[in-house]
């Protein structure tokens, strides 16, 4: 297989590991790796759950635990769906949010902008 299908072959496989999926009542789980690949088919579904969630709940969950943000692409993700909320008059949490992301978004200068919740600390 020469470089470029193999390169090819693994955004494909990105592409079906991504994810979100109803977990409780009004709480999303993101799954996958989140890169420029995966991000607007990720963006879309996500979009596609608030617009759902909307007619029966005032705040949705994403909780991130599962997702492995990759770049600075799911800071514009995670603003993406607070605009596409903010016009259904909709709140959006973000839990369980990657040390990776968090660190972004700091040295973005979001910090005050973007609510977003680190994981809960497990006691050994």
Partial sequence: MKDSQLHHSRELDQLKSVWV?????NQLLVGGVINAFTVLGLRKESE??????????????????????QGTVCVSFILC???????LKLNLEFTNVPDRL???VALSGMTDILKLTPPKETKA
């Fill in 21 to 25: 999926k109803k977990h409780h009542e």
């Fill in 48 to 69: 596609s759950w608030i617009k759902r969630l909307s007619k029966s709940y005032q705040t949705v969950e994403f909780d991130m635990e599962p997702s492995d943000p």
């Fill in 81 to 87: 769906l607070y605009r596409y909320a903010e016009k």
């Fill in 102 to 104: 968090l660190r972004i």
